[in-house]
C-alpha cells in the first residue's frame, strides 16, 4: 500500500505521500514487492500525479526503471467524501469524481479501483444499500470504456454483501476482501468466501483484533490458516496487498522486508494458478 514504504505525514496512517511518493519505487524494489496499490485520497488530491498527463507519464517511467508496477487505486477520496448518506445532489458529484478517477486509471493502464465503504463511508441503511447498487449500476459504461475493474470493501456481512453483489450484474465490478477488517467484525472467511468468493478480485492483507484496531501481522485475530485455505479452495488468481500495521518511524524498508517475508510464508499453501 502507497505511503507504507516511507515515515507517516503528520499522524496519517495512511495517505498520499506528498513529499515522497516518488521515493517508493526504489524502496518497493528493495522489499522485494512487486507493484504498488497508489492511494487517491482528499490529503494528496491537488498535487496527486494520477491526475495529470504529465504525472502519468512520470508514474509510467518509475514503473519502468524500477520495475514496479502500480495495477490498483485505493479510492480513499470517499472516506473523507462518501458516496453514502448525503444529499442527492451531492451524491451525484461524487459519483462522477469517481468515474472520473476510473477514465484516470484507464489512461494509466491501471486495472482497478478499490472504492471503500467502511467507517464513516458504511453502508448502514436500505437507503445506502439502494444507493450504491444504483451509483454502482450506473458506471457500468465507465467500466467497459475505461476498461477497468471496480472492487468494493465493504463492512457488510457475507449474507448481505452476496445479495448486495446480485444486485451488480458486471462481471468487472468485484470484491476487495480485507483480511482485517473482517477480522475485526468478527466474520469468519469460510462464510466470507462461501458467500462470494467468486466475485473475489483483490485481498488486503493485515491483521486486527477483534472490534479493534491493526496489529502487526500474525499477532492479531485474522485467521490467516483459514483465509488461505478458502483462497486456495476457490483457486483465487489475483494479487495481495499489504496493508499491515507500521512500524517504527524511519524503519519502514526493514518492516516492509519483513511482512514480505511472513506474507510469502502464509502464502506457501497457496496452489500454482
Known sequence: MQGRLVPPEGERFQSFPR???R?????AAAAGLDTIEWIYDAYGEDINPIATDEGTLEI????TVHEVAVESVCADWFMDFPLVGVETDRAQLRWRR???LMERCGSLGINRVVV??????????????????????ALSEWIDRCNVELHLET????????????????????VNYDSGNSASLGYPPSEEIAAYGHRIGSVHL?????????VPLGSGDTDFDALFDALDAIHYPGDFILQAARGDTGD???WARQNVRIARQMMQRLRPP
Not at 159 to 167: I, S, V, Y
Open 23 to 27: 521515493d517508493e519505487f526504489a524502496l
Open 206 to 214: 493485515k491483521d486486527r483484533r477483534l472490534g479493534a484496531s491493526t
Open 19 to 21: 513529499r515522497r511518493w
Open 155 to 174: 463492512a457488510l456481512s457475507p449474507t448481505d454483501f452476496a445479495t448486495l453483489l446480485a444486485r451488480l450484474g458486471h462481471p468487472r465490478v468485484k
Open 98 to 100: 469517481l468515474a472520473w
Open 60 to 63: 509510467k517511467r518509475l514503473c
Open 116 to 137: 471503500p465503504f467502511v467507517d464513516a463511508s458504511a453502508i448502514r441503511n436500505n437507503e445506502d444499500f439502494e444507493a450504491v447498487a444504483a451509483g454502482v449500476n
Open 252 to 254: 519502514e524498508l526493514q
